[in-house]
Structure formats: C-alpha cells, structure tokens
C-alpha cells in the first residue's frame, strides 16, 4: 500500500454534511487511494452524559455528521465505487445510546404514528476496554454490568443518490447511506453504484457494537479514526449496495415495509450470481434459499435494512466486481 | 379577487423543476395572490400515440415535471401555504395513460424486488369530451368502451421538504408532493407546512381522472390550466398536508407499508381535532372512528397516501386555518 | 317472495358461534330462502354502561358472538352462497363503542408489539333516534354532541374457511367473516365462496354506523333484526368476497400488510371483469385504475380489509354471477 | 434418560394431522418422558423426480403432515410445554426442494395478489452424504454442484392455538406451528404456551437445511427420524415460543408486515429479561439493542418468522422457565 496516496482529513466542525448529495466536495481522491478520517458521532458530540438528552442537545436536522463528501476522480453513474475498510478504532474510550422520542423499533414514530404516550428518554453510556477490546453496559436501574466484544462498524456510508435527490443522512437506500449494518466493519468491501459525476463519498455514525435490528434506533455511538481504502470499477454498475469480506458475498435492500428490504436483498444477490456468476436465475434462487444468511441490519430507519450474506464457500468460483476485494485487502495487507 | 395580484405563468421546455426543494424559483407570490399556470403531463408531453411507450420516448429522471417552485414571500419554517384550487382545466382533449415495466401496485417492482416477469408496457388514449366534460376509454382489445365523467386534479402539489432535502417530483410526504389523491380538485383547499424561507411551491402532474389507488400507477395524465390563489398562515405549522373543502376537512398520510399511511393520516386528524377544535383527544378518536371516510389516494409511489376524510357537519364549529379556506371560497367567488 | 320459506332464528344465550367453521349447523337452509334472525352485539350484550370495561366484563374468547352457522343445501366446494340484505334493524335503541387495550390502530397491539403504555380504556354509549335514523356521540369530555346518520350493517358475514380450518369470529379472510366494512349494508348482496359442504353460513356484529377503517377497532356496536335472503350458485366459485348493489360491484381483500389487501381485492376485481364481462386482463387493469373507489373497511383486525368499488355504469352489461343480484332485489322488494 | 418414559410413534399414512388443534390426539405423554418418532416430508413423501411437481402430485390441503399431536398429561392453559430436541436424522439419503407457483418470497402469492405470471414450476434433488453431514446441490442448468453442510432442523413444531381457532399446518403463529427457523436442532429446547387442556402438540416438516428466510419457499425436505424429550411446566405461561441452547435464548415471532414479527420477538424478549431476569424493562431494551442477533426464518409462510437471539453470556444468570433446558440437556447426554 505504499505505492497508494493517503489523504488524511479531520474536519472542522463546520465541514461536515447532513446529506447524501447536495454537499460541496471536501476533496478531491485519485483511486485507489487510502483515507484516514475521522467521524464524529451520530450525536455530532454533544452527548457527554445520562443529562444530555437528545431532544435537548441536539438540533435537527444536524446529526448524523459525515465526513465527506470526497470526490472521486474519474466516477461516472454506471461505474462502482470500491470501499474497502482497512481499521475502525474509536476515537474515545467510551460511547453513548440513548432512547429518542418518537423513535425506534418498539414504540410508535412519527410514521407509525400513534396515540400512546411516547417512551422515557434515557441515555446511557458505555465504556470501552480497548486492551479487551469490550464495551461496558451499565443499566440506568440495578447493579448487573456486562462486558460485550466491541465490533466498530460504520452506521453510514454512501454516495450521493440518483434522480437529482439529496437525502438527509439518516436515509439508508440504493446509494448506501445509514444501512447500519454490524457487516460493515474492518476486512469488509462495500459496493455502491454511482449515480453522479465524482460519486460524492461520505461515512459516518460509527458504532462500537450493535445488535442486528438496531431495536432501540441507536447503538453504541462512538467517534471513530478509520483508515479505508477506495477505488473504482469502471463500466460496471451496482444497483443496490453489496459487500464482500474474505469469506462472503453479501447484499443489502433498505425499504419499507422490511419484506421488501428482504426482496430487494435477496433478488440482488440472486442477479449477482446471474450475472457475475453464471448461474440461471432459477438455479440461483435454490442456491441461495437453502445457503443464505438473513441478518437484519436496521428496522428503525426511514427504510429498514435487509442482509442477504452468501458464504463463497457454496459459490463457483467468480472474480466478481474486478477481483476488487481480494486486491484491497491485499493493499491493506501491504500497509499493516 | 380583483383586489389580488395575478400571476401567469407558462414555464418554457427548460423551465420546469423535477424535485421538491433544490431549484431556484421562477416567481416570487405575494400573497395573497393568484396563479394562473400550465402544467405539463407527468410524461412531459412525450406519450402521444399507442405506440410511444415510456421506457422508449421518457429520460429519467425527466418525468413528472413541476410548474414552480415560486416563492412565497413572508414564508418562514412554522408557517402553513394555503393553496385553493380555484380551476383545472385540461389543456388538450386527449390523456395518456400506460404501464410502465416494474411500477404499479399489481406487479413487482424496484422496491418489491421479484423474479416475475415484467408485466406488458402499453399505451391507452383516452378522448376528452370538454362539454360533457367525459373522457373516453377504449380498450387495446375489444370494442367495448365507456365514458367516464372526468375530475382533474393535480396528482402533485407540493412544497420544498425539510432536513435540507431534496427529493424526486415522484415522492409524496411530509411536504406534499406526489400524493395522487382525487381530493386534489377545483374547490380544494390544500394546507402545506413550509420547511424553507419562501416556501418553494410548486404544482403538476394533471390528470383528468384517476381512480382511488392509482392501481395501475399511471393516472389520465394530461396538461393543464390551473387557477389557484396562494395565501400564507403565519404562525401556524401544518405536519402533514391538510386539505380543506366545503363540506370536508382531510388529512393526507404518505408512508409504507399503507397502515403506516393510515396511521399519519388519521392520528394528524384526531390532532387536529384536538387542536383546532378543542376536543378531547380520546373523544376525537371515537368521533373519527364512526364518521371518517378513508378513500386510498394511492399504492404505487414511493410512498403510499392514505385520506382521512372528515364531514364538517360532524363537528364543531371552528375557524381552522384561520378561515383561510372560506375566505379563499371567496375570493374565487368574486373572481368568476 | 311470498314463495320463499322463512326461517326465524333468534339464538339463546348458550347458541351463540364463535368461530367460523368448527360449530354444528343449527339449521338447515334450502336455498333459495329468508332468513330472519337477531344478532347480538359484538360484546354479546355486556357493555351497557361507560363503567362496563371490555376487558372486565367480557370474557375472551367468547366476544362477536355469531348467529348460526346454517347449513345451505347442496352447497359443495366450487360453489358460492350468495347473501342478500333485506334489512338490518338496531334491536336497541343505542349502541356502545370502547377502546380496547392493545386493539385499534393507533395504539401498539399484540401484533404491532411495542413497549407503550397502553391507550385509555373508555366507553361511548350512543342513543338511536330510529325516527331520525340518527345515532348521537356524547363525548367523555366537553359537551359537544352530535347526530351522525345511522348506517346498519353486519361487520361479519362469513363460511367455513377452506384448508380444514376454524378461525375467530374476529378474523376476515377469504371466507369472509370480520370484514368490518360499511358496504355490507340493506340493499348488498354478497357473495362467498364455499369450501365446506352445506357452506356453514353465519353473520353477527351489527354496528349502527362505523367509519372507514374503524379506527379504534370498535364501532357502534349493537344487535340486530336482519332479514337476508340466501341463495346458491352452482359450479360457480369465488375466490375473495364479492358484493353487488344495484349501482355497483365490489370485492374485499384481506391481509397485511394493507397494500396486500389492496392487491388482493384490486386483482380480484380485474379477474372479476376478465372471466365475467369477457375483458382483456390488460385493459382491466387500466379501466379499473381510473374507475374504481377504494374505502377502506378495516385497519384493526387479524387481517385488515380493502374494498375495490367499480361503479356498473362503468362496465359492459353481463349477467354476473347468474344475475343473483337483481333476482333476490325482486324478491326483496316483492316481499317489503 | 434411563428413567424416563420412552415413547416410539411411526405414524401409519392415515394418521397424520393436518392441522394445528382439531385433530385427535394419537398417544398421550406423560411428562418428562422421550418421544421417538418418524416424520414424513412436507410434500407427504410425493416429490421423488424432478419431473413431481407440486401442483400435480400434491394434494392441497394434505400437505405438510404433522407427526401427533400428543395429549401431554397434565397440561393445562398458563402452562408451558418444554420440546428439547435430542436428534433429528433424515430417514432417506436424499431430499427434494421446489418452486410452488404463487408460493415464495419472490413471487406474486394469493396474498401479493399480482398479475405477473408465475414463476417456472421446478424440482431440485439433494443427495445427502451422511458420514461427511452434506447434501448436494445440483443445478437444473449447468454442472456447477456444491455441498453445503446439513443442519438437519424442524419447519413445525407447535400445540393447538388459542380462541377456539385450528389451523393449518402451513401457519406459524403464537402457538409455534410452521416457524421454519434453522435454529430448531438438536440441542435446542423450544418453550409453547399451552393453550388447551393437554396442549396437543405436533410436528413435522423436517428439512436436512434451509437458508434464513427460506427464500424460494422450500427448503431440502425430507422425512425424519427425531428424539425428543418433553416436558412440562406447570403455572408459567409464554406468550410466543421461546428457545433455549446451552449458550443462547431466543424468542419467534410471527406476523405480517416482517417488521410486526421483529417487534414481536424483540418485545418477548425484552419482556422475558424483565420477567425471569429481573431486569428494569428499559434497560433490557437498550441491553437487547446492542447485544440481539437477529436472522430471519421465513418470509414465505402465512405469518412470517422474525428470531431474535441473545447471548447467555450477555445476561445475568437466571433459572429460566424452572433450568428446564439444563435439566432435559442433562437427560438427553445421560441417554446418549
């Protein structure tokens, strides 16, 4: 990876984006090349402590801060962007989740709206042992503490969208955005599809661990130093986001209701083995009804999202998308 | 309505918007005033025969072009734009409705992704009777073939959303935009929530009639010469589009899956129920639960639209809106 | 219709049905024939006063109690019963409406599970002016009362379900049964497909007046005198419920999601004017979406309820469903 | 396991259940005692060649043929019945997956009620290597073949519903029935709330494995010899079905839309931390928000099928429902 250019960017509290689109570029990137950033939390920092309530910290629309959005040079719609994650650390020793008010999975929101009083708005925090590599819980009543395995992952990243939109960056959809997903973390490749001249790449919400599902809406949300490294395939496009790690193929489908986020997951997945595999449709159908993994991603975003994970070890042999993840992880490699 | 300033405008080829929020205006309104424009079909006047079928003749993302946006002057984020349709008139004597592969409530789609094959791409004509005020249909096969009255509304009218975004004259939400309700005819009163400093309204996709749930996802789509008046509510904020008739108030929810539609809709009512006329909130859910009237608006767009219609005979006397609907009933009044 | 048999039916306490499918017959109908029965209210009689809690004095699952089932001679599977009301008469002179907790669609429920506390658990007692045909709202709090037209109905009507099973009387399905939707009025004729031997016809649920959707999920809820005439259509199925008047046709889908109800009575409506007014499927399709009317029935039940409403006027004349409609219409009107 | 009772049932073609309740019981349990039973394929052993299709060699509704049900002595509604399965042993060396039409998450369904065509009608046969635990995957087109590792599983395992209903072998619901998780293995314990006295329990659909969500509708089904041991717990009740592995619990879900089987699940869950572990329910939910797991079973059956599973080691120590599944765990290593 020496050969690779590095950029390194830290922005300014006045440099972030709220949006997927509609930001000006903060860089430019020559892929492949190599960026060090850092991520401000979902919070954009401003919960510290059990007092700092969200409805009262926070100011709407800004949260969810991204870093980015960085041009890549040569990206045209019907190219794919490459990121792939080299490390996700984060960049403080503890982390925040918290109930909001009209959000979540397991109360009424501003689209199921209800009638009922909404839930207590709590937070709580989390401390990281970064030598054990855990995370604290502390319930807010008793004295039972657990100790989890931390997984830094990032809630976000994307490209600006298609059909002239700018979405707000807490939107997961085709262009990638707020997927959360515990898949994307370090050893990971994310595909998206460009959908505008330079791609407009931009990450962030960086969570130390987070169930699938994302029950409550927010997961342990950290800052984050991460290094990834990006590059293009030309000619070839991808119409939902996909993953791939050493071992799997993965797609994910955001939308509502989440039978649809599974639909769209799992036909993509499908027309991956069809056209970058060779198989018949029908065939891969069965291939993947009896081998896939459905983890859920989210079911409190604006859409929800939907894993569809293959292993490779069920799959023919393919260089999909360029043999473009065994590369990067192979530039990683070289660098560490 | 002598007394209002009136505003004509016939947007040029290159002058219509294709989003909600994120083009610069065409006019500023100050209001009250009254707009008299053109709109042009949701194909941009590109279907005209049987045989322009949309894939081939439309440019995405180039369909559902919006006359507007115009500023309204003086409007500020908590505000409410009052649009009274004073007149919509069909521009020709002919409407244009197809399907369209992978749209539509009745086959699979982008979002509802499947393996089935696309259904047909086809083109009916429909012939306007502008004196019996009827349009035609005749089938593609088969002889017979019916009049039915015809009803124009717009299938858009919307504002710029918020969360500084923008999104595709396809999408209805919060803001309004693509909500394809029936409702949305001469005589109606549709109450906006302003998101951004002036408002930026604009208004399309005719259709001289449309059935309740645009099953098929296209209505009779065809230009036309609209009348509105354009007032501004200070003061007072609007979470989802209200629209207001004689006889009628109604709330419009746009969301998946179509409870959740449901949900906005109704929950918005009984709120308004409980905020402008003072009842219970309790007791506005069992009022509505008895005397509402639920027509679907539409199942095929990004988001789905539900109605929840309300008989102003079953309630309260009460000056909602600040009586902008009744004072605007006037206006149009005087104007004719 | 002096040449029809009458049967009388007024159940004691202990004849009530609470399923559909899965109780003995308790009489045998030779169709066709006129059946006056009583109905009692959905609480079987138990909420008679705002102290008189749902989840007090009525003891699950022994709620919408169902009069019958009747067994319809010579009814096999292939066939379809055909129902018509003659008239539906409040055996009250007032009706009861409640939340219930966990049930209604603006509140968390055991399905849409959530962590809400739930709603309030109220009762509304409405009093009828059979002279007025009117039903007046008290509210809990305030004193704004208002006459809301009475609109009598059976919110089910239902056959053994297919599949060898037995469901709640609480459930709407293809068999029918908890539809909820105020079309089934005087004047209807609906129409079910059978899939047991002797059909196993039974109806309870009388609501004075209910609104689109039944919001709170109780509407106002009283027992009955009906009159109905039932008749059989051999060798004729029907896969959803279908239901005629004099000025229109119209199918019932249940499901969830919602848009699956819609999908459900929409195709069914399409394949209604393809099998029996000999249209092509492709110009169904595009009649019925600029033609049709979609009130929603129910949004609270196991299954919710869409109604696709097509007015006659617009269709080619046929004989559906052997002309039943118009045959028990006469015999109705040569009774009255 | 020596002192417990042994019960071998291989059912005789004529005496399998169909259904959920409504059938009689073949053998009564008196609890703890072990079953031996043999399972017949959901397709009633009818789908040997790639040339048995479903629609023409099955039998609707003879399909998925339950192994019972099983009077269990004592069982009484508010009670639990314990299922731990010892070993599930596919009775052939191959299995048989399908295409059904209508039926699948991919594919317009009588409840996605599409006008598409349907999809291709295809068999696959999987040919099991018992020695090395594989079963193999030949596609219909093209030589490409792979073995996956068999995970032989349960798709049903369920009692006799509540509210008087019977259902269908096809139904997953509170009851268990058709959940089609791949975590019903050997080593896992699944809790049913009784719902009727005796509790009738029954199962069947044995697959030799099955992807998350079981995509295509059909996993590789094949018939089963399991041991079982069963027992009962008296005066806890559980209100969805539960499961329990040495290192995990879990809660199943089932509804429509996808999301209601999610809250399901998450909301037992978080329930069961308050309930048998003591903790504040908003604790549990924040606990369960970063801690869950949550992979699909099905989005093919009438309800679909949300697990949500947590980590032992993230949860105080607690002897849930009575150390049931320790105890029969211990009584299945004791027989072995």
Chains 1, 2, 3, 4 share one sequence.
């Not at 959000?103 to 970064?130: I, M």
């Not at 809630?155 to 085709?174: C, H, K, N, Q």
Request: aromatic share 8%; hydrophobic share 40%.
């Amino acid at each position: 990876m020496s050969d690779l250019e590095v950029i390194e960017f830290r922005p300014e509290r006045d440099q972030y984006a709220w949006t997927f689109g509609g930001a000006a570029p903060v860089a430019t990137v020559r892929p492949p090349a190599v960026l060090e950033v850092f991520t401000e939390d979902a919070f954009f920092g401003r919960v510290r402590s059990e007092t700092d309530l969200v409805s009262q910290v926070c100011e709407f629309p800004f949260v969810n801060p991204q870093t980015g959005p960085f041009y890549i040079e040569g990206a045209e719609p019907g190219d794919t962007v490459a990121v792939h994650f080299v490390s996700i650390t984060p960049a403080r020793d503890w982390g925040a989740s918290t109930t909001i008010p009209l959000f979540g999975s397991l109360t009424g929101t501003h689209l199921t709206a209800l009638l009922n009083e909404p839930l207590p708005e709590l937070v709580w925090l989390w401390h990281f042992d970064q030598a054990a590599q855990t995370c604290r819980f502390t319930p807010r009543h008793g004295d039972f503490t657990v100790d989890m395995p931390m997984n830094p992952m990032h809630g976000t990243v994307g490209v600006a969208p298609a059909s002239l939109e700018v979405r707000s960056a807490l939107v997961p959809d085709a262009f990638g955005g707020n997927m959360d997903t515990p898949e994307m973390r370090a050893g990971t490749t994310c595909y998206l599809g460009v959908n505008v001249e330079g791609a407009l790449l931009s990450l962030g919400d960086g969570h130390a661990r987070q169930g699938e599902g994302e029950t409550c809406g927010v997961a342990v949300e950290t800052a984050m130093n991460t290094v990834l490294i990006v590059d293009l395939i030309k000619g070839t496009p991808c119409p939902w986001p996909r993953l791939e790690t050493d071992d799997y193929i993965m797609t994910a489908g955001s939308a509502r209701p989440l039978e649809d986020a599974f639909r769209i997951a799992q036909t993509d997945l499908i027309q991956w083995l069809a056209g970058h595999y060779g198989m018949d449709v029908m065939d891969a159908y069965q291939l993947v009804s009896q081998g896939v993994e459905a983890p859920l991603a989210n079911v409190v975003d604006v859409n929800y999202t939907s894993i569809a994970k293959m292993p490779k070890r069920y799959l023919p042999s393919a260089p999909v998308m360029d043999g473009t993840h065994a590369r990067l992880r192979e530039s990683a490699r070289a660098k560490s």
